[in-house]
T-cell receptor, first 113, second 112 residues
Framework: DAGITQSPRHKVTETGTPVTLRCHQT?????MYWYRQDPGHGLRLIHY???????DKGEVSDGYSVSRSKTEDFLLTLESATSSQTSVYFC????????????FGSGTRLTVV | GESVGLHLPTLSVQEGDNSIINCAYS??????FIWYKQESGKGPQFIID?????DKRQGQRVTVLLNKTVKHLSLQIAATQPGDSAVYFC???????????FGKGTRLHILP
């Protein structure tokens, strides 16, 4: 996806270990979002950022933290991974923060064993 | 492919036929709606959008219909092609705290 890169694309980790997922954008957009996608659910918002060092919780934020020290990078950290955090994680960016204009990354498939 | 698709309703359509994918949205106050396409191993991609002051909008081979009375949204794809095979889901907004609400999606399967 042009302008937005997620890394890693795939990761397998053990329960109880810390994990950090990275979202990098080259669009200089103000807003960045982390979603998770699971069977039986629509995309659910974990955390979002509306500027450098400005972040807020979404609907499923428990067990996750985020950091944004630069406009281009938004990090999602699972402090102590659990099996319930096995999911596909998507980052999205938006210039305006409005519903229109979201661009999604290609996702990170995380498996916690 | 993405395991997220395994639990989704599936619509099977013959190649060349028209496809109609439906979505019931939840918030009568939503004033903007988007359809996304998600191919296996990729992130969602914008297809077409519609505002609540419209009831129909057409794009290239796609049409979105909005029925606010019954809170229903549909995506029509004309002359369905193999490349249309994907999961399609709707989104509405602004949602809670001005955030988007995403639907669960429908898998479109193209029959040869």
């Amino acid at each position: 996806d042009a302008g937005i890169t997620q890394s890693p694309r795939h990761k397998v980790t053990e329960t109880g270990t810390p994990v950090t997922l990275r979202c990098h954008q080259t669009e200089n957009h103000r807003y960045m979002y982390w979603y998770r996608q699971d069977p039986g659910h629509g995309l659910r918002l974990i955390h979002y950022s509306y500027g450098v060092k400005d972040t807020d919780k979404g609907e499923v934020s428990d067990g996750y933290s985020v950091s944004r020290s630069k406009t281009e990078d938004f990090l999602l950290t699972l402090e102590s991974a659990t099996s319930s955090q096995t999911s596909v994680y998507f980052c999205a960016i938006s210039e305006s923060g409005q519903i229109y204009g979201y661009t999604f990354g290609s996702g990170t498939r995380l498996t916690v064993v | 492919g993405e395991s997220v698709g395994l639990h989704l309703p599936t619509l099977s359509v013959q190649e060349g036929d028209n496809s109609i994918i439906n979505c019931a949205y939840s918030n009568s106050a939503s004033d903007y709606f988007i359809w996304y396409k998600q191919e296996s191993g990729k992130g969602p991609q914008f297809i077409i959008d519609i505002r609540s002051n419209m009831d129909k909008r057409q794009g290239q081979r796609v049409t979105v219909l909005l029925n606010k009375t019954v809170k229903h949204l549909s995506l029509q794809i004309a002359a369905t092609q193999p490349g249309d095979s994907a999961v399609y889901f709707c989104a509405e907004g602004p949602g809670r705290d001005d955030k988007i609400i995403f639907g669960k999606g429908t898998r479109l399967h193209i029959l040869p």
